[in-house]
């Protein structure tokens, strides 16, 4: 069972996203509030954050930033999930370390399909024991 960090400060999205990543047998921390999720990561490890990209105070591109420079944390794979699909914040996210990217709106199977993908390739060593 993977560690999910999942960062939106739209409630609504955070719920639904935080569900479907349940569903598929994971345990969510969900936060809406990036400067509290960069806190939280602080002594927490995940195996995936999935991160939306705007919202106030820092974005998703400087939260996923500031999340892959802490030791513990420098390999996690991250989700960014987003209304902006035009290639330059495609550009800046890859740029970030964002290891996908998806358009909101976005279909449940596919988020949850990404999810997997992601945690199914990431080395596992994000995980506490």
């Known amino acids: ?6 960062v939106d400060d739209d409630d609504d999205i955070r719920a639904l996203v935080a569900m479907q990543v349940r569903r598929g047998g994971h345990e969510v921390v969900d936060v809406g509030d990036p400067v509290r999720a960069l806190a939280l990561a602080g002594d927490r490890s995940f195996d995936l954050a999935v991160l939306d990209w705007s919202m106030p105070g820092m974005d ?8 892959r420079q802490l030791p513990h944390l420098a390999g996690l794979p991250v989700l960014v ?3 902006f699909t035009d290639d330059a914040t495609r550009q800046r ?3 970030c370390g964002a ?5 909101k709106p976005f279909r449940l199977g596919e988020l ?3 999810v997997d993908g992601l945690v199914a390739t990431s080395s596992g060593s994000q995980s506490s024991p």
């Open 1 to 6: 069972m993977a560690q999910v960090l999942v």
């Open 60 to 67: 998703g591109g400087t939260l996923c930033q500031r999340l």
């Open 81 to 83: 999930v987003t209304a």
């Open 93 to 95: 996210a890859a740029e």
């Open 99 to 103: 290891a996908s990217f998806m358009a």
């Open 112 to 114: 949850r399909e990404r």
